[in-house]
């Protein structure tokens, strides 16, 4: 295997690993969780490693996953109390355990190849140096087997829980009723969090994995409504910013976990512009839509209210109907042209008036709006 | 103690502990907004967006000027606030998620930026990185004045549009209802609070700058139903963290400034949370044994669970 095939492919597996436990993340509103964890599990393998000396004992890899655990639990704790809101306990406790790493790493480990930069910003470019050697024979770079691993273990979690997980996630007091404990999945969905995050922090640093635990889910949560949609969408995209973020690094020779994030972000722009339904576009059409469709029927009502009345020469003139309806001229304009186009009102002396047509419409839809 | 007297004499440290106090005491105010609104996290995103900006503002500039690299980090933590807002307005993402997808990219693309500029030749990149992690000892009289002005012209927008910001952060509704222009608010404080951040980035670095907006105002809360005096409790909160933080980290050898001040904070906040007055733990624990008491007495069996 040459050394670009192996980043690629662990770029992959890294990727579509962290996007699987996302997309609970995503759907739980627990996003910012993930980053609190990403700090965080540096004071696990910070005091892990004091106790085992040795930077590739898998030690660390428990302590920072306690260390995950330990993170989401005092943040409930403190949001239990209820003395503060969830987010603040989220941005009190992930600083305080993450300066308390940083203090430790500057005060004794000195003398260690363990430093912050490391470990928050990682280089998948370093990948290829750290071999796997079985019986006296080169295998392939190590990362490829742990985040091979890492990546079955989500899958098998997922795909052995996902009854569990998807009820617990849509519906906590239903799953509770039928005896699904919500607590026992949101914690170890918790533990499969810190555990992605230490298996890929070595490949991308601590701070991108959140961009590829949060990216690809919310691009594939503007693309569908199906959970098992939205978990394959999430691989897909993963893997797509994996491989782009890849060329693109070597194109502009830039860190290759940067860019992947970058790639993330321009696919998710891309998404949230364009997507069909959801997207920026679709959402600023409906919503003009719905303007123009709510001032005519305001406009039709006003009309049937006002109409045969004294005062109607006033409140449907033409040149004075804006003011009364607190419109600008422009949207007025607009909107007696539809009307008069579709044949619902007529224009007599400047003074607008409805057409039989146009009084059985506003009949119908303040019916269908006001009755029951 | 005479360590001490001879350290507050010495010229750095009065340098220093005062930009950090300067810095909490900004944050604490602006904090106060934050917290209130329920956008305490803001500060964590914002701080990691700026780094693209400050990047940026070198390669651009080639300056390392302290003023042009925070201004690039203000122009980049605004458009990742923007997208932010954005994203939540138009899509059914929530602002946990759009915030976590802005600040991660946005921090990638700062990565990015970063490797791109150490291959420059002749460019002299070192000391970027000081605004990941912050290096308060790097701070100069000139920096210190700086945040001065910064925390003086954020004084007083907070003090002219105080029953306004009041006003928005406890009732929205309301204040729109009654003509304020509610959208306009909400940015020019989102915006305050965005350079009450630029500011600390220098001091305690973009990862821990969120624990300098939160906890003072945090801690605050707990001493207090009124706002005015949460507010000023939150600045002499933020200002006192800042001066014993630094005045720790100088005594200590390898004791760096930015975690010291956030681990003080934090512990103001957990004496807060457990000893306030009113709302803290031992109060409540004390009121339910009390109460269970006086139920015993009355002649229940004393495990009358209570709320």
Redesign the interface.
């Known amino acids: 295997m040459s050394p670009q095939f192996e980043i690629q492919l662990v770029a992959v597996i890294v990727a579509v690993a962290c996007s699987l436990p996302g997309v609970f993340l995503?759907l739980r509103?627990?996003?910012?969780m993930?980053?609190s964890i990403t700090?965080t599990i540096l004071l696990g393998i910070v005091l892990a490693f004091f106790l085992t000396h040795d930077l590739s004992s898998p030690l660390l890899i428990v302590g920072a996953a306690l260390t995950g655990l330990a993170t989401v639990w005092l943040t409930e704790t403190?949001n239990r109390?209820k003395?503060?809101?969830e987010?603040?306990a989220?941005?009190?406790v992930f600083?305080?355990l993450?300066?308390?790493a940083?203090?430790l790493i500057?005060?004794y480990a000195?003398s260690v190849h363990l430093d912050?930069?490391s470990v928050?910003?990682g280089e998948l470019a370093f990948v290829p140096f750290n071999r796997m050697v079985l019986f006296g024979y080169d295998i392939g770079a190590k990362a490829i087997y742990s985040t091979m691993a890492l990546l079955i273990i989500n899958l098998a979690f997922i795909i052995t829980f996902f009854k569990e997980l998807k009820l617990v996630t849509f519906d906590p007091v239903l799953a509770a009723v039928v005896g699904i404990s919500p607590s026992l999945i949101h914690y170890s969905l918790m533990m499969l969090v810190s555990v992605t995050t230490v298996g890929a922090f070595e490949a991308v640093?601590s701070?991108?994995v959140?961009?590829f635990m949060?990216?690809p889910p919310?691009t594939a949560?503007?693309l569908t409504d199906n959970l098992k949609h939205m978990l394959v969408l999430s691989g897909i995209i993963g893997a797509v910013n994996g491989i782009l973020g890849f060329y693109l690094?070597v194109l502009?020779?830039?860190?290759i976990?940067?860019?992947?994030?970058?790639i993330?972000?321009l696919v998710?722009l891309t998404v949230?512009i364009t997507a069909p339904h959801?997207?920026?576009i679709s959402?600023?059409r409906r919503r003009s839509r719905q303007k123009i469709d709510f001032s005519k029927k305001t406009l039709l009502f006003h009309l049937y209210n006002h109409e045969g009345s004294e005062a109607e020469i006033q409140e449907a003139g033409v040149h004075t109907l804006a003011d009364h309806l607190h419109w600008d001229m422009g949207l007025t304009d607009k909107i007696v042209k539809a009307l008069l186009k579709e044949g619902n009102i007529i224009i007599e002396n400047d003074v607008i008036k409805m057409t039989d047509k146009g009084r059985i419409l506003s009949v119908a839809e303040y019916e269908a709006l006001f009755s029951d | 103690m005479e360590a001490l007297i001879y350290l507050f004499k010495d010229y750095t440290f009065q340098t220093v502990a005062l930009g950090s106090a300067i810095l909490g005491l900004i944050s604490g105010v602006l904090g106060s907004f934050a917290v209130l609104r329920k956008q305490s996290l803001l500060g964590d995103g914002v701080s990691h967006a700026a780094l693209p900006g400050v990047v940026m503002a070198f390669i651009l500039t080639g300056s390392k000027d302290t003023e042009i690299l925070l201004l690039g980090a203000l122009i980049s933590g605004l458009i990742a606030t923007y997208f932010i807002i954005n994203i939540v307005k138009h899509t059914r993402i929530k602002f946990d998620s759009a915030l976590a997808l802005v600040m991660s990219v946005f921090f990638g693309l700062g990565l990015v930026l970063l490797t791109y500029v150490q291959k420059i030749p002749n460019s002299n990149q070192a000391g970027l990185k000081r605004f990941i992690f912050g290096q308060a000892s790097t701070l100069l009289q000139r920096d210190v004045y700086f945040m001065v002005i910064c925390g003086v012209i954020l004084l007083v927008f907070i003090l002219l549009f105080w029953k306004e910001f009041k006003l928005y952060i406890f009732d929205d509704e309301y204040a729109k209802s009654l003509g304020f222009p509610a959208h306009r608010l909400n940015l020019l404080l989102s915006f305050m609070i965005v350079m009450a951040i630029i500011t600390g980035l220098q001091t305690v670095g973009v990862i821990l700058m969120s624990a300098m907006l939160i906890a003072p105002a945090v801690a605050a809360r707990q001493w207090t139903n009124r706002f005015w005096v949460m507010v000023v409790l939150s600045a002499l909160f933020g200002a006192i963290s800042g001066i014993f933080g630094t005045a720790a980290s100088s005594l200590m050898a390898k004791l760096p400034t930015g975690p010291a001040i956030v681990v003080f904070i934090s512990g103001i906040v957990i004496f807060s949370v457990l000893f306030a007055p009113g709302r803290g733990i031992l109060q409540k624990v004390i009121h339910r044994k009390n109460l269970k008491l006086f139920l015993r007495d009355q002649g229940g069996d004393g495990n009358v669970p209570t709320v």
Do not use: N
């Open positions: 995503v509103k627990m996003s910012m993930s980053d700090h403190m109390t003395l503060l809101s987010d603040a989220i941005g009190i600083p305080l993450f300066s308390i940083i203090i500057t005060k000195g912050t930069d928050l910003l640093g701070v991108l959140v961009a949060i990216g919310v949560y503007l690094a502009f020779d830039v860190s976990s940067g860019s992947m994030a970058v993330t972000g998710f949230f959801r997207g920026l959402s600023l």
